[in-house]
């Protein structure tokens, strides 16, 4: 069982940046691959980033790459979301997941939301144009 918490969250304008983290509390290894996932009113949640739990492997949407960073630190078993260049098309509440299976089977899986097993309550990104 593991609980997440995101912090971060706010309004900033176009062009701006926001750094979001997640702390995650539960038994050492039921928190395995990490992710981010937002969701925009009206559509479906989407991947944003995912890494490995060593930190030394990481994927993102193509919306996310070259803008967002996914980081972790495996010591205080938070995972972190640099996003830079912030557009409105970002705005959305931003989800931390994690699953005990690998970053392996996580990208096996696409990154669907259905290969992680524990969320977050969200944290909103509202980006002005």
């Known amino acids: 069982q593991v609980e997440l918490a995101e912090s971060g969250g706010g309004l900033v304008q176009a062009g701006d940046s926001l750094r979001l983290s997640c702390a995650a509390n539960?038994?050492?290894?039921?928190?395995?691959?990490m992710g981010w996932f937002r969701q925009a009113p009206g559509k479906e949640r989407e991947f944003v980033a995912a890494?490995?739990?060593?930190?030394?492997?990481?994927s993102y949407a193509d919306s996310a790459k070259g803008r967002f960073t996914i980081s972790r630190d495996k010591g205080k078993n938070r995972v972190y979301l640099q996003m830079n260049s912030l557009k409105p098309e970002d705005t959305a509440i931003y989800y931390c997941?994690?699953?005990?299976?690998?970053?392996?089977?996580?990208?096996?899986?696409?990154?669907?939301?259905?290969?992680?097993?524990?969320w977050g309550q969200g944290t909103q990104v509202t980006v002005a144009s």
């Open positions: 890494i490995s739990l060593s930190g030394d492997t990481s």
């Open positions: 539960g038994r050492t290894y039921s928190s395995i691959a």
């Open positions: 997941t994690t699953t005990p299976s690998s970053f392996g089977v996580v990208a096996a899986a696409k990154f669907d939301q259905r290969a992680f097993e524990y």
